[in-house]
């Protein structure tokens, strides 16, 4: 195991890259980015934050304590958000267009006398 002196080293230094990767994401060059490029910056960043997390616990958490989920679980819902291969958004068939309609997606759609 490092010592924890090597391991404050690696965290300086990871927060120097993530404060790069926030300045960047903060600048008109990132909006002049394509959007998967876009994307991998953003999923380093919260891959980064999680990476600086594990550190600062491995660094303080003298107690051993197991590990906290519910701290690491924001920064991967919210790379899902970011990610291309996201199904968040998809219209995989849960919306069709107006113009897509048609006669028979409207068939048997009748309420009975059981709806409220």
Do not use: C
Request: overall charge negative; hydrophobic content about 35%; cysteine-free.
């Amino acid at each position: 195991m490092k010592i924890i002196e090597e391991l404050k080293k690696e965290q300086y230094d990871a927060k120097a890259k993530l404060h790069e990767l926030v300045e960047l994401i903060n600048s008109d060059e990132f909006y002049g980015l394509s959007q998967s490029r876009k994307n991998i910056i953003v999923q380093r960043k919260v891959a980064l934050e999680m990476y600086l997390n594990s550190l600062t616990k491995e660094i303080y958490d003298s107690e051993g304590s197991t590990f906290d989920m519910s701290s690491a679980i924001w920064p991967m819902l919210m790379s899902g958000i970011f990610s291309s291969s996201s199904s968040f958004g998809s219209t995989s068939g849960a919306y069709k267009p107006k113009e897509e309609l048609s006669e028979k997606d409207f068939e048997d759609t009748t309420l009975s006398d059981h709806a409220v």
